[in-house]
């Protein structure tokens, strides 16, 4: 068939569902037709899959007829589709088949992700299918094997979905060094990315394409727009100053949902989904089957299920987390409501999209307060997304715990040549710049574990044998590795099933070690009870009746992103005429009055002095990140200033320090605080450097493979028990073994990421450019409030925390007259 004849034939099968290929389809299919690699950049929903897919379906088509085979011949791989979530993997398979079986290709698309059946498992490894969706994680083992790369040696094209999703991640670091193997393997391979609009799109093509800097960036359809709506209080209506949950709201959020044939209402974390949805189940009008229940802690059968539903139009309303952002299509879905602030412009941009997936369709959302001044931040996302503003994502880079994993795969599958796979590693972003002594590094860690674990045989797992190779022989600590690959952590996670019945999920185990026979909790969107807790299972039974506790999930608390921080800023020095910045007037008329507004040409800082104590807050709005090593630098150094105790809370607007004897600070004294001079190493005086690394070093031990997982069939091990072996594996190489690779890797992690090290340079940087706005306001301001109650948390048991913020914000409304 010629070229021509199998555009026409696509086109054809486009025009049978109703749709006309878009000009940028087209666009992408003449460049990868011309051989090209490079990166599709297109908004979610914009048909950016078919834009992809149609270029490899034009090239089958044109192919010469193959030679007639057997069903179950070996047949070389066409198509590798990386995905970063299992739950896109399936519905992603779904979307190729529908055109592979619309054009008669008998192309067979398999699946090979941890939800895969066991028959489409063993499909992939065969090397029977034609099409492979796969993770990261699940291509890594799949490499593992020794005969992988023979049946990939025809292999035509890489597709990496949502590379922005991975390009900030360890997992994007585990499937660079993956590429760059597929690339020594067929030097002809095509490789594309897809991804959605990113602050550092140029840098995510040269991290996926290193060997071609100047890739094309093909740009699909614009960005849809995106209308941002809030449900705003009732005018003169009371509205917390400070508070998480936004309950107050449900009468209006449900009128809201009766008023759309299906919606999505996302929250920031899965404790939150929980509870709006008990919340929603108490008043919701119609069958108890229409609402549900999707994030990443429930079992993947009860999230597929809701996904059917989702896709079915079965389901009015799903409560949902971040495990439904991502690009599965729904396109029955009408509305979608978000319950907070977003904390960043793209996740708000993602989330609006998964409304009307359809290309061409306008993106809406619906933003839902849980406390006033989360108005401001609504009114700031409309303005990033009105002047294109979009947060980056940065690459890490030598992460040797993933070069080590990576190593044993590759001693794995046969073995590796030390100075060949150096070549290879260093042609990949994240190792670009590894030097010989890391290297060296990492092969003695792998053979040996390092100069302290030499004389334990559990850390001897690869061997260099006579002929120079270096290779694994011992077939158990095979299985222990293969079991572990990955760069996701899922220690100390606790299953929920019933006792007789099926699997609902997993809670963290330090949540579950609390519970005991007869407690109730709310999960899944259930009231259960606990019968018994046993190998790390908790089995349980419907409750019925009562309340009961819901599940807290770590690393829930997402920060605020840099460019929403800059247009915060901006909202509140009143450069916004939105609705709610309308109705915000008299709050921030008040800030003005007892203090003043922030700006982006000063840093506002206050000094009140209350009963209680002096507090000084500094409001940067940099995200609780950067405000966390801030508040501890400025502790630190206050106290160099004069000999005190100061305790410190933050939140993502500023933060505040509480001292036990009250300092004076005038604007030389605060500009010397601020200063970048010695940021390093005040910081690391300030923060305990060593006790956070050692938390950050238990993660690192995981993916390098020094904590040995749990074999098949024996009891899962309790995240007591990690902490233990990472503690003293930690506390062995600290004393015996003080430059392990391992324990500078978790140093290293601790100020780039925990600390945001790189983030608080540049708000020192920003700060140093800002006039100082000292200000010693009567009372506390409505920017204040927040960050003293939250100061507060920590001292009170939960209801006595309430009970005092209640009181003092009803006090400051008498006094204030708000």
């Known amino acids: ?230 449900l705003l209080p009732a005018p003169g209506e009371r509205f917390a100053w400070a508070g998480h949950l936004g309950l107050a709201q449900l009468p209006r959020v449900l009128e809201a949902l009766m008023a759309a044939r299906s919606s999505l209402l996302f929250t920031n974390t899965r404790a939150q989904a929980e509870l709006w949805h008990r919340a929603l189940a108490a008043v919701w009008p119609e069958a108890a089957q229409t ?57 708000l941009r993602q989330r609006a999209g998964r409304a009307h997936h359809r290309p061409g369709a306008s993106g809406q959302v619906l933003c839902i307060p849980s406390h006033a001044l989360e108005l401001a931040e609504y009114a700031a996302v409309r303005r990033a997304l009105r002047d294109g503003a979009v947060e980056a994502r940065r690459p890490p880079v030598l992460s040797l715990d993933v070069l080590a994993q990576h190593a044993v795969s590759r001693a794995l599958a046969g073995g590796f040549d030390a100075a060949a796979l150096l070549a290879q590693v260093r042609g990949t972003h994240a190792f670009a710049t590894l030097s010989s002594l890391q290297w060296q590094a990492v092969l003695d860690f792998i053979v040996q574990g390092g100069q302290a674990l030499a004389q334990y045989p559990d850390f001897h797992k690869v061997v260099r044998d006579a002929d120079g190779c270096y290779r694994m022989h011992d077939r158990r600590q095979a299985l222990r590795h293969r079991l572990s690959i990955g760069t ?43 019968v018994q807790l046993r190998d790390m299972t908790a089995h349980v039974r419907l409750a019925r009746g009562g309340d009961g506790v819901v599940p807290r999930w770590q690393g829930g608390q997402l920060p605020l992103s840099a460019p929403l921080g800059i247009e915060l800023e901006a909202v509140l020095s009143g450069a916004d005429n939105s609705a709610e910045a309308r109705w915000l007037q008299p709050l921030l008329a008040l800030q003005a009055q007892l203090s003043a507004r922030p700006s982006p040409a000063h840093l506002l ?60 600070l005038d604007a030389t004294a605060w500009r010397g605080l601020l200063d970048s001079e010695r940021l390093l190493d005040d910081l690391r005086e300030a923060v305990n450097l060593g006790e956070l690394a050692r938390r950050q070093f238990r993660g690192i031990a995981r993916v390098a493979g020094l904590l040995v997982p749990s074999l098949p069939g024996a009891a899962p091990r309790s995240l007591r028990q990690l902490q233990a072996s990472a503690g ?91």
């Open 291 to 347: 609402l549900a229940l999707h994030h990443g802690s429930l079992d993947p059968a009860l999230r597929q299920q809701v996904e059917d539903g989702l896709r079915a139009g079965a389901l009015r309303c799903v409560v949902a987390t971040s495990s439904l952002d991502l690009g599965v299509d729904f396109p029955e879905v009408e509305q979608v409501l978000q319950l907070g602030s977003p904390k960043g412009v793209a996740r």
């Open 605 to 664: 800082v206050e000094d009140v002095r209350r009963r209680e104590g002096q507090f000084l807050f500094v409001y940067p709005f940099a995200g609780r990140h950067v405000h966390e090593a801030l508040a501890a630098l400025l502790a630190l150094r206050c106290t160099r200033v004069q000999r005190n105790s100061i305790g410190y809370a933050v939140n993502d607007h500023g933060l505040v320090l509480a001292p036990a004897d009250a300092v004076t």
């Open 1 to 230: 068939m010629t070229r021509r004849e199998a555009m026409r034939r696509l086109v054809a099968w486009f025009g049978g569902h109703g749709w006309r290929p878009l000009p940028f389809q087209r666009a992408m299919w003449r460049q990868y037709l011309a051989g090209g690699s490079g990166l599709l950049h297109t908004p979610t929903g914009s048909g950016k899959t078919l834009a992809m897919f149609g270029g490899p379906l034009l090239q089958a088509l044109t192919d010469p007829p193959p030679a007639p085979r057997r069903a179950n011949a070996v047949r070389p791989l066409q198509v590798l589709w990386v995905t970063p979530l299992r739950a896109l993997a399936s519905d992603t398979a779904r979307a190729l088949q529908a055109p592979v079986d619309g054009l008669g290709l008998g192309w067979k698309v398999g699946l090979r992700s941890g939800d895969a059946s066991s028959r489409e498992r063993r499909l992939a490894r065969e090397g029977r299918i034609d099409v492979l969706v796969t993770t990261p994680e699940s291509l890594a083992l799949l490499l593992s094997y020794p005969d992988t790369l023979e049946r990939l040696r025809q292999l035509r094209c890489v597709v990496v979905d949502e590379w922005h999703e991975l390009l900030g991640s360890k997992r994007g670091v585990l499937l660079q060094l993956n590429l760059a193997l597929l690339r020594g393997n067929a030097p002809s391979l095509q490789l594309w990315g897809l991804s959605a609009t990113l602050g550092n799109l140029a840098q995510a093509r040269d991290v996926l394409l290193p060997h071609l800097p100047d890739a094309p960036i093909v740009e699909g359809a614009r960005p849809r727009p995106v209308t941002v709506r809030s």
């Open 488 to 530: 996701i952590s899922s220690d100390g996670s606790v299953r929920v099933q019933f006792l007789r019945g099926g699997s609902l999920g997993a809670v963290e185990e330090q949540f579950a070690s609390r519970l005991r026979r007869g407690d109730r909790f709310q999960f899944a969107g259930r009231l259960l009870e606990l």
């Open 728 to 818: 003293l594996l930690y506390d062995v190489l600290r004393e015996h073994d003080p430059g392990h690779l391992l324990l500078d890797l978790a140093e290293r992690e601790v100020l780039e990421d925990a600390l945001d090290l790189p983030g608080l340079q540049r708000v020192l940087a920003r700060i140093g450019t800002q006039a100082l706005a000292l200000q010693s306001p009567r009372s506390l301001t409505p920017l204040g409030f927040p960050l003293w109650a939250e100061r507060l948390r920590g001292q009170f048991s939960n209801e006595d925390w309430r009970t005092r913020v209640l009181r003092a914000a009803a006090q400051l409304e008498r006094r204030h007259g708000h």
